[in-house]
C-alpha cells in the first residue's frame, strides 16, 4: 500500500515537470474523461494514461495500478449490465444501453483513477505542497494539513500492524480468519490506533511551531519552482485533451 | 541562560501538578543532565524550557522560566525557538517531512535562513550525527535509530543557543549513543550550545554532563555538580535509579578500608583509586 503510492525517484520528463502541471494534465485527462461519451476517445485516453506512467519510467507501478484498477473495474462493470434495465436486451437479462454505459463508466473510472496515483510517484510530497503555496498561492495551513496526512499513511500501517501483532502474540487468530470474519477483527483495533494518531497528530503539530510553523510565508521554500517550456508543452497537451473530448 | 523560578506546574484537567516549586540555574554554555524515575517530571520540565508550556499545553502555571532574558510566558513560541532546540522522547510525532532532506529544511526555511547557507548547513548536521549517506532517503525506510539521528540533525541544523533533548538515545545502540552524546559535548564545548539532555542512562550523564538534576514526584531531589549529586548514591538508589558501578565501588572502598574515598564517576578515576589503593 504503501509502496504503491511512494515515491519513485527519477529523472525523466514527466518527473521534470512542474508539480502544480502535473496536477493540470491529471484534472485535464480527468475533465476530458467525463466530457466525451465517445468510446474511442476514452480508449485513447487510457492509452494516454498508460504512456505517461511509461514515460515516467515507471512501467511496473503503471501496471500494477492499472491490473489493481481493473479488478475494481470487472465489479462495476458486473454490476452495471445487470441493473441497467433500458434499452434492447442482447443477451438474458443484459440490455445494448447497459452495455455500453458500463464499458464508458469502466473506462472513465480506470482513466481518472490513473493518473491520481502516478502524481504521486513522479512527485515529492513536499515540492507538491510547496509548489501549490509558491505558484497557486494555497494557504500553507491546507497545504501543510494535505502533506501530514499523505505522510502518516505509512506510520499508520506501522503502527496498525503493530497492534495486530501485539495482539497475535496474545492468541487472536488474525491470519486465519478471511472477509468478513477478519474485518470484525480488525473493527476493535480501530480506538486504540485512533487514540494514539490524535495523540500523535498533536505532537507532531507541536514539533511544527518548535520549528518556525508560524514564521513560513508563501517564499519560504528553499526550491524554486519555475515553469519550463516543457511545462508550456504539457500545458498545451492538457488543453488538446479537452478540446478533443468536446470536438468529438 | 536558563533560569527556573518557583515553578508549580499542574496540566489542564489534572489533579496533582506534575512540577512542583522547581528552581533550577543553568549558566549559558552549561551542560545539565536530567534524570529520575519514571513521572518525576523531566518531560515536563524541558516543555517549559522550550516554551510548550504554557503556549501548547494549557494548565495552572506559577514561578517563572527565563530563557535568555525572555521570559518564556510573554513570550512568542516562534521567538523562543529561534534560539531554543528542542529534540523530543517520541522521535516519529516529531518528524514532519516524508524525507530527511526535507526534514532539515523545514526549520531553516521557516526560520528565513539565507539560501546559500542551507545546503552547507544541511550537509554539516547530517555530518556531524554521523549520517550523510540518509540525506535523500524516505523517513518510512528508516530505523528507529537513523530516525532518532535526523531528528537531532534537524535541530542542530537550526544553530540554537540552548538544545533540549529527552531521552535522545532511547532507540540507539552504545556505539550510537556515545556518538550522540560525544556530539553534544563538542556543541557544549566549542560553540557554547546550553544543553540540557532528559536521559536514563545515568553512565553517559556521569561522563559528559557537568551538572546533574535528580527529579522525583516532580520536585528536585537533587541538583548540582556530578560528584556532588553522585554523593547522595543510596538515596538515588531508593529513587530507583541505577548508580554507576564505579560509584558504587568507590563508596563500598570508603566503607571497607574506613578511609573516605573520592566519589568516582568514570572509569579513569575508579581505576587510579583502585591502583591507588593496591600500592
Redesign the interface.
Known sequence: M?NLF??V?GNSVIHRLNPVTKIFLTIAVCVAAFISDNLAYLAGLLAVDLLIGFAAGVPGKTLTIFRGLLKIALFLFALQILMIRRGTPVFWIITDEGLLTAVRVVLRLVIVCMPLALVLAVT???DLTNSFVQVLHVPYQYAFTL??A??FI??FL?EMNGIMEAQTARGVAFDKARGLKKFSMILPLCAPLLISSVR??D??????????????TRQ???KRYPFTALDLAAAVFSAALIAGALLI | MIAIRDLTFTYKDEKNPALREVSLDIPEGGFLGVTGPAGAGKTTLIRAV?G?IP??YPGDFYGSVTVNGMDTFET???EI??QV??V?Q?V????????VE?EL????????VP?EE?PERIGEALRKVGIPDLR?R?I?SLSGGQRQKTAVA?IIA?RPRVLLLDEPTGELDPHSSLQVFSLLKELNEEQGVTVIVVEQKIMLLCEFAKQLAVMNGGRIAFQGETREVLAHAEEMQDLGINIPRVTTLSRALSAGTGREQPVCINLDEAEAMVRGLMK
Open positions: 504503501n511512494g515515491y525517484p515529492r510530497i513536499s502533506s501530514t499523505i505522510r505509512p506510520q506501522e500523535r497528530t505532537q507532531t503539530a507541536a514539533a511544527a511551531e518548535l520549528r518556525g510553523f508560524r514564521l513560513r519560504s521554500a528553499y | 522550550s510548550m503556549h501548547l512568542s513560541l516562534a525557538s529561534r532546540g528542542t523530543f517520541d516519529d510525532s516529531q518528524i514532519i517531512s516524508p524525507m526535507d529544511l523545514y526549520g531553516l526555511e521557516n526560520f528565513g539560501r542551507i535523500y524516505d518510512a534537524a537550526l
